[in-house]
């Protein structure tokens, strides 16, 4: 997982005549050395690994504060003794893992869907920015439902329909290989009646201005042909 700590051993016995080599990637890039019982580190390619390296007498490598950059293929080669010896890491470092979010689906509250059975609920859980994880409903220990990403950071969301005097338990689980994130759900927080600005909807609001502004319009226009009409008299009568 990101931020860890991770050990690469040689799993041979090392012998002080042996010259270790720790190489890193598709073009084998140098990054630690014991050479005569003389130890080098070295930075990498990009410098990636600066300050981040150790090796022991052992030939074990150590990466601290690992990062997801640090993925990929590991090779280390013993040379002298009884031969050269050669080993091969693949090393995966996956992103940490935020808690779901749950929310009620808020266009269940608008007036084309207000007419459907009020007793049902609208659900997402959503993570934001996450790679090679599955977001997944489950009743109980039951799945019911799962989406997956794998390299591509992405934002996900997964819809879930419930009963709104549901007793069951559900919840949803964001996961990688190595670790799980969960978030349970509480119905009687999330599946409240939608509230009273929601209930009627967009259209009826914007009637109501229209049919007022009209009225205005229609007042305006009578006090001036009523002013108007005062003129006119005052003349005839002159």
């Avoid at 090679?132 to 409903?137: E, G, K, P, Y």
Wanted: hydrophobic fraction near 35%; include cysteine.
């Amino acid at each position: 997982m990101e931020g860890d700590s991770v050990t690469l051993e040689p799993g041979v016995a090392i012998l002080l005549i042996n010259k270790i080599l720790w190489k890193f990637g598709d073009q084998g890039a140098l990054v630690a050395l014991i050479d005569a019982g003389r130890i080098s580190l070295f930075d990498g390619p990009d410098g990636r690994f600066k300050d981040r390296l150790k090796l022991d007498h052992t030939g074990s490598l150590t990466i601290t504060s690992i990062r997801t950059t640090d993925t990929g293929a590991y090779e280390v080669n013993i040379k002298g003794g009884a031969g050269d010896q050669v080993r091969r890491f693949n090393l995966t470092v996956y992103s940490r893992l935020p808690v779901p979010a749950i929310t009620r689906d808020s266009s269940q509250c608008s007036s084309s869907s207000s007419s459907s059975s009020s007793s049902n609920c609208s659900l997402l859980c959503s993570v934001l920015n996450v790679d090679h994880v599955t977001l997944s409903w489950y009743k109980g220990n039951s799945l019911l439902s799962s989406i997956s990403v794998s390299d591509l950071r992405s934002s996900i969301s997964l819809h879930l329909e419930v009963e709104s005097q549901d007793k069951n338990t559900y919840s949803c689980v964001l996961n990688n290989p190595i670790r799980n994130h969960t978030k349970h759900l509480d119905i009687s927080q999330f599946c409240q009646p939608c509230p009273e600005i929601y209930c009627c909807g967009f259209t009826e609001p914007v009637t109501r201005l229209v049919i007022a502004a009209l009225v205005g319009v229609a007042a305006v226009a009578f006090v001036v042909y009523d002013i108007q009409g005062c003129k006119v008299g005052m003349r005839n009568h002159h």
